[in-house]
Nanobody, 119 residues
């Protein structure tokens, strides 16, 4: 499965962005991860195949919403109340065997989209 993420950009703190990730085929369990410069990759959110079960990192809970439209093979991440510490390269991933915070369990990855939040 090929994944293409988009929607990143430069915003001010407190603003919102919506990321999209279009898949070339069926994806099953999908997730969003992020990596800031000089830091390790970090789990953001994951969603099951039907979109009914969602898990979030504590750092984004209540501010970010993961969703999917299976008819469009598209995963979304609605990000609100953005903070400078949310600045990172955001990646979508798919095809994990279970809902997981561990990026190593996702075999398919997109190239990432940059999100920069200024203070």
């Amino acid at each position: 499965v090929q994944l293409q993420a988009s929607g990143g950009g430069l915003v001010q703190a407190g603003q919102s962005l919506r990321l999209s990730c279009v898949a070339s085929g069926r994806t099953g369990i999908m997730g969003w991860f992020r990596q800031a410069p000089g830091k390790e990759r970090e789990f953001v959110a994951t969603i099951n195949g039907y979109g009914a079960i969602k898990i979030y990192a504590d750092s984004v809970k209540g501010r970010f919403t993961i969703s999917r439209d299976n008819a469009k093979n598209t995963l979304y991440l609605q990000m609100s109340s953005l903070r400078p510490e949310d600045t990172a390269l955001y990646y979508c991933a798919s095809s994990a065997p279970r809902l997981s915070r561990n990026g190593n369990e996702y075999p398919d990855w997109g190239r990432g989209t940059q999100v920069t939040v200024s203070s």
